[in-house]
């Protein structure tokens, strides 16, 4: 009997059709259980909704997405896969770091299409005016990470490249690392 089959998972529903796509093909085997992205954007509250559902033995694929996570996996409450954020979960540190340097701002797959709620709504970027001036001010480019497991939404790139005046450039990716992260960290537990 596969060991992983029998470990609960978590993870933030910005991978949850890339992991899915895994889970398909046979490349992961445990089941996860999906935290609506948005509570990135509140980590009190994504702390709460965590530690209302983790337990000893769990599985997290996030990021350090609350003050307390990396607290909480020193003292051995939480076994979080490796990656400061979603995106170095995706890309890997080097290359995560690299575009970073470059300027890179990332556009996930699943906050692509959902991003006027994200930037506009939840952030307060309703003014494009303003929104372009602070996107600029730290970021020189947007980057889309294309994982290849839902249609690349063009249109709806071309619309958030001009409401934020930066160039967007589409990155093919495989899902290599998260596939890894994801078997690492399922093989900890299983042991």
């Not at 009997?1 to 933030?12: G, L």
């Not at 694929?61 to 954020?85: A, F, P, W």
């Not at 970073?100 to 797959?109: C, V």
């Not at 958030?160 to 160039?167: D, E, K, N, Q």
Request: with cysteine; proline share 3%.
């Amino acid at each position: 009997m596969n060991e992983a089959a029998n470990i609960h998972a978590f993870a933030c529903s910005i991978f949850r059709n890339e992991i899915e796509h895994l889970i398909g093909h046979g490349y992961v085997t445990a089941a996860f259980t999906y935290v609506d992205s948005d509570l990135h954007m509140y980590p009190q509250q994504l702390e709460h909704v965590l530690s209302t559902m983790i337990e000893p033995g769990c599985l997290l694929c996030y990021g350090t997405c609350h003050s307390r996570m990396k607290e909480q996996e020193d003292r051995g409450i939480i076994n979080r896969v490796r990656g400061l954020n979603c995106c170095e979960i995706f890309l890997g540190r080097a290359d995560y770091r690299r575009l970073r340097s470059e300027g890179a701002f990332f556009l996930l797959p699943e906050w692509t299409m959902k991003w006027e709620h994200i930037f506009k709504e939840l952030l307060g970027f309703s003014d494009q005016t303003l929104a372009a001036e602070f996107m600029n001010e730290m970021h020189k480019k947007l980057i889309y990470l294309n994982t290849g497991v839902s249609p690349v939404p063009r249109e709806t790139l071309a619309d958030i490249s001009r409401y934020f005046s930066l160039p967007l450039e589409i990155l093919d990716i495989d899902l290599i690392r998260l596939r890894t992260a994801l078997n690492e960290g399922l093989r900890m537990l299983a042991q």
